[in-house]
């Protein structure tokens, strides 16, 4: 017989050989004999999983002076040991920590609050550690119960609270009751006491306790960033002449108008100098009459730029007198940022390096084909200069600071870098806090996302094109109930310049009732664009989301008292918003059962649940609808057969519901929607 065994120890050197070239073993660090483990070893507790943390502590949550950070994280740790943990918390450059303790959840999830009380940055993090004592005590108890003899165990007990002791009269003391020789059931009373569980957490060793990793931050801001109620007005459309621009003096005589509908923020697009080269006329049309005032975002002219006022309008005193005038009727000014330049602006000739250039040396108009807007120049972010162009732009920003205005309402930042709005927004903020800043991105999520996260204070929303209920409760289920509310906060828009969604322009005035109602209640921000409350509903052209005259491009004074106005509905919903806690924060949303897809429900609470109204819509602007809408009375400690009584803010009629399932009836010809007080 041919021996094989040869051949086959070839194929195994061969094997090994191989294996030595893909298996090769990383080499381990051995340690010195004399070298000192590290202490580490000894923190045995374990913290991951804490929420809420944004990108691995990359970025900051938000909150507005007053509210509460909850957090929850797993702390666990090998064995059977009883854990303690703490959420420390301080303002942002302080040293001294305070402290929360921790509560257990259940499966090792812990929670602890604390409040944001300055508009100030915060800090926060976790600590976690073996509660020696807690563990000594809770095993001394279940022997004993088990009429186990614990000499031992009270003996072990007294040692430890004697070393924890140090000049506490009362550990003292304790630790001489527990070595002492009284009956056992009297050392052990002693050893549950709680006043001494109290003295012990006090002054126990955390010599061995685990830091979380991060140091976590909250950009604190003012309460108007996390909710108000927005009114977008062309003060150059305030008076009654179509063929020429009204002064900020007459715009001044509508701010009464805006504040009896009891809105808070008064946003107007761009006031500076219009451009004239590729002025835009009407209709969007390139070929303007004389008199024609062209679009405010084409910026810029001889007679200056992001920093000067439209003649027509009148000065920067003008506009300063229209800002104090506005604060007298309890509104603040927000004003549009849009950073670009008409072909006349005196960035192009001063600084033509800040903008993009064809190979012929002209330079690079806007567009989003197949739309061209000829008369806007995008600025150049990666020119060699841009140092001096983010310096300027930022420059603009707290010009407009110093003349009163501290909301800004930001056009397209996503065409722009991330790290410029981080960096220009945090040293704007640095000196500013009291800045506010919406983001108008109707661009891709992640986009969006990434706006709010690098300092924007809210962010304008897809609210518009979500119109049916299931697209509302999804939508408005994510930017409430997921990781998205630490950071983004939206802003609902019914309407702006630029979109009269479909919904409109074919549900006439129920379609208008019917969002007014939910933005202004879904959103604890929200806004509408003038012309709203008068119903304006008619496009360009047919499937266009355009307006036809629209005010980008002409003045268009209007009749605010012709019949028909929605003023009076619009003032009893922000009476309500500004009446009741629950409206003025989205975390307390939740949607409720119906059994009719046009008719959606829902409840706001306000964060100590004090507070509660419920919102019943009818979605369909042309029929009735009716159905039955589940309300969960037992998660708002509630018997499941108990009766509520509602009040209809809107109607000002009152209901008494009985149990969980209720009747609606809403006929978009009487009422399109119900906003219930719950008052018991």
């Not at 808070?264 to 002025?279: A, E, K, Q, T, W």
């Not at 991330?418 to 009291?434: G, N, Q, S, Y």
């Not at 999520?445 to 996260?453: E, G, N, S, T, V």
């Not at 009152?654 to 609606?664: A, K, L």
Request: charged fraction near 30%; charge should be negative; aromatic fraction near 10%.
């Amino acid at each position: 017989m041919k021996d094989r065994r040869p051949k086959a120890q070839g194929r195994r050197q061969k094997s090994a050989a191989a294996d030595r070239t893909v298996r090769t073993k990383p080499r381990v660090a051995v340690r010195d004999a004399d070298e000192p483990l590290d202490p580490r070893g000894l923190r045995r507790v374990v913290i991951e999983g804490v929420a809420p943390e944004i990108d691995g502590g990359r970025f900051p949550i938000k909150r507005t002076v007053g509210e509460r950070v909850e957090v929850e994280a797993d702390i666990f740790a090998d064995g059977h040991d009883v854990l303690a943990a703490a959420l420390l918390s301080r303002r942002a450059g302080q040293d001294r920590w305070c402290e929360a303790p921790m509560t257990p959840l259940g499966n090792d999830r812990w929670t602890a609050s604390f409040r944001v009380d300055a508009l100030v940055d915060y800090e926060y993090t976790i600590e976690g550690w073996v509660d020696r004592f807690e563990s000594w005590r809770q095993a001394l108890s279940k022997k004993f119960g088990a009429g186990q003899d614990v000499a031992s165990e009270l003996l072990e007990g007294a040692a430890m609270i004697r070393g924890a002791a140090g000049g506490d009269r009362i550990l003292a003391g304790a630790a001489d009751a527990l070595a002492a020789d009284g009956p056992q059931e009297e050392r052990v009373a002693e050893a549950l006491r709680e006043e001494l569980v109290q003295a012990m957490t006090r002054s126990a060793d955390r010599g061995a306790a685990t830091r979380y990793e991060r140091t976590l931050r909250v950009a604190v801001e003012r309460e108007r960033a996390r909710h108000g109620a927005w009114y977008e007005m062309f003060p150059r459309s305030a008076g009654t002449d179509a063929t020429g621009s009204a002064t900020f003096d007459e715009a001044a005589a509508r701010l009464p108008y805006v504040a009896s509908m009891g809105f808070d923020v008064l946003y107007l697009p761009p006031i500076h100098p219009i451009g004239r080269s590729f002025r835009k006329g009407r209709n969007n049309s390139l070929t303007p009459e004389p008199w024609e005032p062209g679009s405010p975002w084409a910026i810029g002219s001889d007679e200056g730029g992001h920093t000067a006022v439209e003649a027509g309008l009148g000065t920067i005193e003008d506009f300063e007198r229209f800002v104090a005038a506005a604060g007298r009727q309890g509104l603040e000014i927000a004003l549009d940022i849009a950073f670009q330049a008409s072909p006349d602006h005196p960035y192009v000739r001063e600084h033509p390096e800040w903008f993009r250039h064809r190979p012929d040396g002209t330079i690079k108009y806007a567009e989003n084909p197949p739309k061209k807007y000829q008369d806007i120049y995008p600025f150049d972010f990666e020119s060699e200069d841009w140092p001096a162009l983010w310096e300027e732009l930022k420059r603009v920003i707290e010009f407009w600071i110093d003349r009163g205005v501290t909301i800004f309402r930001v056009d397209n930042p996503h065409t722009k870098p991330f790290r410029f709005w981080e960096w220009a927004i945090a040293a704007i903020k640095a000196r500013h806090p009291e800045t506010v800043f919406l983001s108008e991105a109707f661009t891709r999520p992640k986009i969006m996302r990434r706006l709010a996260k690098v300092g924007f204070s809210q962010s304008y929303t897809y609210f518009t094109w979500r119109n049916t209920k299931a697209e509302l409760t999804e939508y408005f289920t994510e930017l409430t109930q997921t990781e998205v509310r630490e950071y983004m906060r939206p802003n609902l828009f019914a309407n702006t310049p630029d979109i009269l969604h479909e919904y409109l322009q074919r549900g006439g005035r129920p379609a208008f009732q019917a969002r007014l109602v939910l933005a202004a209640t879904l959103g604890a921000s929200y806004g509408i664009y003038s012309g709203f409350e008068l119903c304006e509903n008619v496009p360009v052209r047919p499937g266009s989301e355009e307006y036809l005259d629209s005010e980008k491009y002409q003045i268009k004074p209007r009749d605010f008292e012709r019949p028909g106005t929605l003023a009076e509905l619009i003032r009893r919903v922000n009476a309500a918003r500004r009446a009741h806690p629950a409206l003025q924060s989205d975390r307390g949303l939740r949607f409720h059962a119906t059994d009719n897809p046009e008719l959606i429900c829902y409840s706001k609470h306000s964060p100590d649940a004090a507070d509660r109204v419920i919102v019943v819509v009818n979605l369909d602007p042309f029929h009735m609808q009716h159905g039955w809408i589940h309300l969960p009375l037992a998660e708002w400690g509630l018997a499941p057969d108990a009766t509520i009584e509602v009040f209809d803010v809107l109607s000002e009629e009152r209901y008494y519901w009985r149990g969980e399932r209720n009747y609606v009836r809403l006929d978009p010809e009487l009422r399109v929607a119900h906003i219930l007080e719950v008052r018991s």
